[in-house]
C-alpha cells in the first residue's frame, strides 16, 4: 500500500512538474484531449514493437511523407500554435514555392561564381562581371523543366545525408548563397516575404520572429536601396499581410549578422541597428549572431561590445547549438550574463546545471527547432532530443522551425509533432500542446498591447479549434 501510494505520489509529482503540467482542462478540452491521446497512443503503439516505424527517429526526409498522412499530425496542423520565434528569413518559405514561383519569373539568371551556383535578377546578363550569366529560362529548356527543377530542389535542400557536422554545414552554407541575389530583387523580397507569412498563416501560426540580415534590395535597373528603405518595404509588407489576414498580429526582424566578424564590423552593425530601431520600434525586436558555432568567434570574444549594446538593444542568442562539452556551448553562460531574451537552440543546455537554474530564475525562454537539430546532425531520433529533460523540469520552451526551406518543410507544424511524439510522455496531451502555444506569445518581444490581442485572437481559434475536433471525431 504504502508503495503504492509512494509510486503514485512521484508519477503525479511528475507530471504535474512537466510543461503545461499545471494547466487545468475545461470540460471541453478534456473530451478533446482524450480524442488527441488516443491518437497519440495508437501511433506510439504501432512503434512501440517495430520502432522503424516510429516516425521522429527516421531522417526528416524519409518520415514527411508519412507524417503527412498521421491522424496526429492532422490535429496539429489544425491547432493554434501561436508563433514561431526562431525562423530565419532566407528560409522561411517553402521550396516548392522557390522553385515553382520565384525562378520561373523573368530575368532570372544563374551561374557559377566561385563554384557555386548563384541565381540573380539582371537587366542585362553584362552588368554583373563576376560570371557568365545565363537565362534561366533557357537552362531550363536546355535540360527539360523536371530535370533541371530536379537539379535546384537538390541545390536548395538537404535531404540527403551527409558524413558530419561540418560537411552538412558546408552545404547549408552554400544553399544561402545560391538564393542571396535572387531574393533582394525588390519585387521578389516583397512576394517572398508575404509568402513566408502565407505560409505560417495557412499552418495556424499567428505571429512570428524572423531572423534576417539587412538586404541591398535592387530594381532590375540596378539601383538599390537603403537600410532604411529596407526596413519600410518589410514593414509595409507586413502591414499588408496583416490587412489581407487580421487573424495575422504581426511579424518582427531580428537583425542577425555572421558570427566571425571582426570587432569592428560588429560595433559599426550594433551602432547601426540600434539608430534603425528608433525608427522602427515596433518592427526590430533586436539582435542575434548566426553561423555555425563551432567556426568564428564565442561570445566571450565579443562581450565588451554586447555589454554596452546591450543597454539599448534586446539579444536573442543562438547558442549551445553544439555536441561538444565545454566549449562551443560555454556561449550559454554568455548568452545569459549578456541578458540574453531568449536562447536559440541551447542543445548543450542540459550539460550546465548551474546555467540551467540561472536561466530559468530569470525567466530565458529556449527555442527548440528539432528538425534543424536532425538534420544539421546534433542528433538523430527525437526521443534524444535533450528538450525532453527541459520540458520535464517544466522549463519555459518554444518550438521555431530554423530554416523549414531547407529541408522541404513548411509551417511549424512538423517541428511541432517531433516536439509532441518523441519529447512528452505517452499521457501527456492537449495540455502541454496549449502551454506550447501560450509560451509562444508570452516569450515572444511583443509589447503588451500587442501580446494581449495576440493572446484573444489565439483564444478565439483555440475555441473554434476544440469544436472542429469534436466535430471532426
Ligand atoms: O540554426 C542555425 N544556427 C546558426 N546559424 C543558422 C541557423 N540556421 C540558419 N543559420 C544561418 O543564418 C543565415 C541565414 O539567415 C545563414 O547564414 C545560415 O547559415
Ligand atoms: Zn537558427
Not at 522553385?99 to 553584362?126: A, M, W
Not at 554586447?306 to 562551443?328: D, I
Request: charged residues 25%; proline residues 4%.
Amino acid at each position: 500500500d504504502d508503495y503504492l501510494q509512494e509510486r503514485a505520489a512521484i508519477l503525479a509529482q511528475e507530471s504535474t512538474n512537466f510543461l503545461g503540467g499545471n494547466n487545468t482542462l475545461t470540460v471541453k478540452e478534456k473530451t478533446v484531449n482524450k480524442i488527441i491521446l488516443e491518437a497519440k497512443n495508437t501511433e506510439l503503439s504501432m512503434a512501440y514493437n517495430n520502432s522503424r516505424d516510429f516516425l521522429p527517429a527516421l531522417h526528416f526526409p524519409r518520415s514527411k511523407n508519412r507524417i503527412n498522412k498521421s491522424p496526429v499530425f492532422s490535429i496539429i496542423r489544425k491547432l493554434p500554435k501561436g508563433a514561431s520565434l526562431h525562423t530565419h528569413l532566407l528560409a522561411a518559405a517553402s521550396v516548392d514555392y522557390l522553385i515553382g514561383n520565384i525562378t520561373y519569373r523573368e530575368n532570372l539568371y544563374g551561374g557559377f561564381v566561385n563554384n557555386v551556383f548563384k541565381l540573380k535578377f539582371l537587366q542585362s546578363p553584362e552588368s554583373d562581371t563576376r560570371c557568365n550569366w545565363t537565362l534561366v529560362k533557357e537552362l531550363r529548356d536546355k535540360e527539360t523543366a523536371p530535370v533541371f527543377d530536379q537539379w535546384l530542389r537538390s541545390l536548395l535542400t538537404l535531404t540527403e545525408t551527409y558524413p558530419n557536422v561540418e560537411t552538412v554545414w558546408d552545404k547549408f552554407k552554400k544553399i544561402f548563397t545560391t538564393t542571396y541575389d535572387m531574393l533582394a530583387y525588390r519585387p521578389v523580397f516583397e512576394d517572398y516575404l508575404y509568402q513566408v507569412l502565407r505560409e505560417l498563416h495557412d499552418d495556424n501560426v499567428i505571429y512570428t520572429e524572423l531572423k534576417g540580415t539587412i538586404m541591398p534590395l535592387y530594381e532590375l535597373d540596378g539601383t538599390t536601396h537603403s537600410k532604411e528603405e529596407f526596413f519600410q518595404i518589410f514593414a509595409n509588407t507586413v502591414e499588408r499581410f496583416k490587412s489581407d489576414f487580421p487573424a495575422f498580429t504581426g511579424a518582427k526582424y531580428i537583425h542577425s549578422i555572421y558570427r566571425g566578424v571582426e570587432n569592428d564590423v560588429l560595433k559599426t552593425a550594433l551602432e547601426e541597428i540600434i539608430e534603425l530601431r528608433k525608427h522602427h520600434p515596433d518592427l526590430i525586436a533586436g539582435f542575434d549572431f548566426v553561423g555555425f558555432e563551432e567556426e568564428g568567434c564565442t561570445l566571450f570574444d565579443y562581450h565588451l561590445l554586447l555589454l554596452e549594446a546591450g543597454k539599448h538593444l534586446n539579444f536573442f542568442f543562438h547558442a549551445g547549438e553544439t555536441n561538444w562539452f565545454g566549449h562551443t556551448d560555454l556561449n550559454l553562460l554568455d548568452a545569459i550574463l549578456l541578458n540574453t531574451s531568449r536562447i536559440g537552440h541551447g542543445f548543450a543546455l542540459v550539460k550546465h546545471p548551474k546555467m540551467l537554474q540561472l536561466a530559468k530564475s530569470r525567466n530565458i525562454a529556449l527555442e527548440i527547432c528539432p528538425i534543424s537539430n536532425q538534420v544539421l546532425m546534433l542528433n538523430q531520433d527525437h526521443r534524444n532530443h535533450p528538450a525532453a529533460v527541459l520540458m520535464a523540469l517544466g522549463f519555459p520552451v518554444v518550438i521555431g522551425n530554423d530554416d523549414p526551406s531547407i529541408w522541404d518543410a513548411t509551417g511549424l507544424s512538423y517541428d511541432w509533432f517531433m516536439v509532441f511524439m518523441a519529447m512528452t510522455p505517452r499521457d501527456s496531451g492537449l495540455e502541454v500542446l496549449k502551454q506550447l502555444a501560450i509560451n509562444s506569445i508570452v516569450y515572444s518581444s511583443m509589447g503588451v498591447e500587442e501580446k494581449r490581442r495576440s493572446l484573444e485572437v489565439w483564444e478565439g481559434q483555440w475555441d473554434k479549434f476544440l469544436d472542429e475536433i469534436l466535430k471532426t471525431n
